[in-house]
DNA sequence: GTTAACGTTTACGTAAACGTCAATGTGGGT
DNA sequence: ACCCACATTGACGTTTACGTAAACGTTAAC
């Protein structure tokens, strides 16, 4: 099978894919400080190469920080997060483990399924808010897209 | 307009509104400790009644508690989470009190939409695997269903 | 040649959200 | 009268995800 090991959502441009990116770029990209960058890989999330002491960062190690950016908006723990990114990893020559891997993702779809049941039902009450905030406004004759 | 000020999602069995409930009830429901719950409080979330020292709560403190745990499971700050309720507290007498709640209301709305995007490209890759490794599993003859 | 902008490691500090005692009170059953 | 389950208020401890400062090296500009 031999699927992209590196996860990427939309293929960043394939010409990009030799690009080399600074702690400070991949920073500003993503809104964190180099600090934070330098901490995911102290927890063994990003291991960039190294040119004598500075950090040297791929196109794929921009990919997993976008990847783990995202996971945080989700909510998820780094730890977890850095579980979910090795299931791209692991071996999948094994049956069993192509057998647990299925099994972990199921998993999580389930997680991210029911994280979706909250996020609609919340979206659902804050509209609502919003119909009866607007009719409200409209009935005094005020607009409610002014300002 | 005088909407109901307390949220729910789908009112809670409409007899059981007289119901109170102990601390350890409300925290074995939500799979929580009192230790929680009195942090809540601390925190101005929940005020329930009190009989002497001990804790009262009413329909409306536990529709709060899921509430405020609903947004944690989405990645909520407990300070975001109290301004979020207060949204359904503050006055709606003034025309411009309806705008800025309109205002905030449909920022929000936002925010969750964009999380929603998040959590569906997630669901989309991790679907992905699946089938792939669904796929590879039929391919060599072993049936995916099976522990 | 020094200032500026970037990089490095080491180490201590911090905010959020509780956990975990300890000491104490209270109400009900036997 | 005694035990047990549950409640209370402090107060200190813990985990997570970084922030912040110190002390230092490297490259480019002026």
Redesign the pocket.
């Known amino acids: 099978m031999s699927v992209a090991v590196t996860p990427s959502a939309k293929s960043p441009a394939p010409r990009d894919t030799q690009r080399i990116y600074?702690?400070?770029?991949l920073?500003r990209e993503f809104a964190?400080?180099?600090?934070?960058i330098?901490?995911?890989e102290d927890?063994g999330l990003i291991k960039p190469r190294r040119q004598g002491?500075?950090?040297l960062y791929s196109a794929g190690d921009r990919a997993r920080l976008g990847w783990i950016r995202r996971g945080?908006r989700l909510g998820?723990?780094?730890?977890e997060i850095h579980e979910l990114l090795d299931l791209y990893q692991v071996d999948r020559t094994g049956v069993q483990q192509l057998r647990e891997l299925l099994r972990r993702s199921r998993s999580h779809v389930a997680d991210l399924e029911a994280k979706r049941r909250d996020l609609d039902a919340q979206i659902a009450e804050f509209k609502e808010v919003e119909a009866q905030v607007e009719a409200e406004l409209k009935q005094r004759g005020a607009d409610p897209e002014s300002d």
């Open positions: 600074s702690i400070a770029e920073a964190v400080t180099p600090r934070t330098r901490f995911y927890e002491t500075q950090r945080q998820f723990k780094l730890a």
